[in-house]
């Protein structure tokens, strides 16, 4: 393709020429310019190359600006990954029993009636008990953090949704069909929050993260905690954020503030 | 003692017998397409696949199983032996824009998986056809599946 263009290329002008490199660097500079752009393109890792651990995906969440009765990311995470709400599948199985990747919980303290909600999703744990207690190694935690269950080697015993201390894991019970290409699921497996891995691995950020921006709420923040200089470790090096159940010292990817 | 040339003659003589003889039969069975249910052979997108077709044949099981755990577990995501892109360029829209359903004879892989007695399990959780804005996927949608009546709070699905 480059080499067809080539002639094409030395046939402009120099002027022409100039002109181009000085509208590209112009372009890469409005990029760069908020901070943003420039560490979600530094994020995109090429295709063949294997995640490391030198990143570590997580989240903040601000629940000081998640909406009451909002379920944008819970809507966003079902239409990306094809489960639940709209989706054709599980039309036998009780409304407790349906796929459940993020749900959102009401919070409301008994003493002072102070009421608030947030979303839950799969912790994303450093240490994961879903992981621990996987008779087959298909819950596995990947090197860049993220928490999944390779559903090729998954049995279905369903140990790890039993072990989740966050309730996070949902198991299959139907037979599905129509599955998104890139978030396949099927009866008798678990499934949970993948931190939409097939985005993250091309540099964007998940989908509930994206909604929640969309809706112009800005509630949750993604990014690499093992990078000092993304928003989210900036942010979580100045403010005060709450782990669910640190008790656990699971050293979880999704933190939490105003709970 | 018979001689070779004579064992030649008679040899080639029963050939021409049983090959006459038996002509009726097997042109109603190529008639009938035969009692072995042959693969179809499904128009693919591209013109020329990631390996020659023998090779294909014959590991394409060992590619995309080696490439599932690159992917699964490393998040390699190269698209040269990805089960995503052999959907995509072999399951081709049908006449009225529907996709072929994997239960039928018409979708590439259970064409010749029919042929060579193979279950898979392949497409009990990956998708069979690529996306896109295929007619049966939005009528599917639609047509509105039981769920939206119970939980009308989070909104449609629509693609």
């Known amino acids: 393709m480059n080499e067809q263009q080539t002639p094409a290329t030395e046939g402009c002008s120099s002027s022409r020429r100039n002109f181009l490199t000085g509208a590209i660097a112009t372009v890469a500079g409005v990029a760069v310019a908020p901070g943003i752009s420039l560490i979600s393109l530094a994020q995109a890792r090429p295709a063949d190359e294997a995640v490391s651990k030198d990143t570590r995906w997580g989240m903040l969440i601000d629940t000081s600006k998640c909406a009451d009765g909002c379920t944008d990311c819970v809507t966003a995470c079902a239409k990306e990954n094809g489960w639940g709400i709209g989706s054709t599948d599980e039309q036998h199985s009780a409304d407790t029993q349906r796929a459940q990747w993020i749900r959102k919980v009401d919070l409301r303290d008994k003493h002072t009636g102070y009421t ?118 900036q942010r979580l090096s100045k403010e005060a954020s709450t782990q669910v159940r640190a008790d656990l010292g699971l050293n979880v990817g999704v933190r939490y503030q105003g709970i | 003692m018979i001689s070779l040339a004579k064992w030649s003659r008679l040899l080639a003589l029963a050939v021409v017998a049983f090959v006459l003889l038996t002509a009726p039969a097997r042109a109603e069975e190529e008639a009938e397409g035969g009692r072995v249910p042959m693969p179809n052979e499904v128009e693919a997108k591209g013109k020329q696949c990631v390996q020659p077709t023998d090779v294909m044949r014959r590991n394409h099981m060992q590619f995309i199983l080696h490439h599932r755990d690159e992917t699964m577990h490393k998040g390699i995501r190269t698209k040269q032996y990805s089960l995503k892109e052999c959907i995509n360029c072999h399951v081709q829209p049908k006449a009225d824009g529907s996709y072929p359903s994997i239960h039928t004879k018409e979708h590439f892989c259970n064409s010749c998986h029919t042929y060579a007695a193979v279950h898979i399990d392949c497409f009990e959780c990956h998708a069979t056809h690529p996306v896109g804005n295929a007619s049966d996927v939005a009528a599917k949608t639609e047509t509105g599946p039981q769920s939206m009546d119970k939980a009308p709070a989070a909104g449609g699905m629509a693609q």
């Not at chain 1, 087959?136 to 989740?164: N, W």
């Not at chain 1, 499934?191 to 964007?204: I, L």
């Open chain 1, 116 to 233: 608030h909600t947030l979303p839950m999703l799969c912790q994303h744990c450093e240490n994961p008990p879903c992981v621990d207690v996987c008779p087959t190694g298909a819950s596995f935690r990947r090197a860049d953090g993220i928490v999944l269950v390779d559903k090729h080697i998954c049995i279905g015993c369903r140990y790890c949704m039993m072990a989740c201390p966050y309730k996070a894991r949902s198991f299959v019970h139907e037979v599905l069909e129509d599955q998104k290409p890139y978030a396949p699921r099927g009866k008798g497996t678990v499934e949970s929050c993948t931190f939409c891995v097939h985005r993250t691995d091309a540099g964007r950020t998940p989908a509930c993260v994206e909604a929640c921006a969309v809706g112009d709420h800005h509630a949750m923040l993604f990014g690499d905690l093992n990078d000092p200089r993304s928003e989210l470790s």
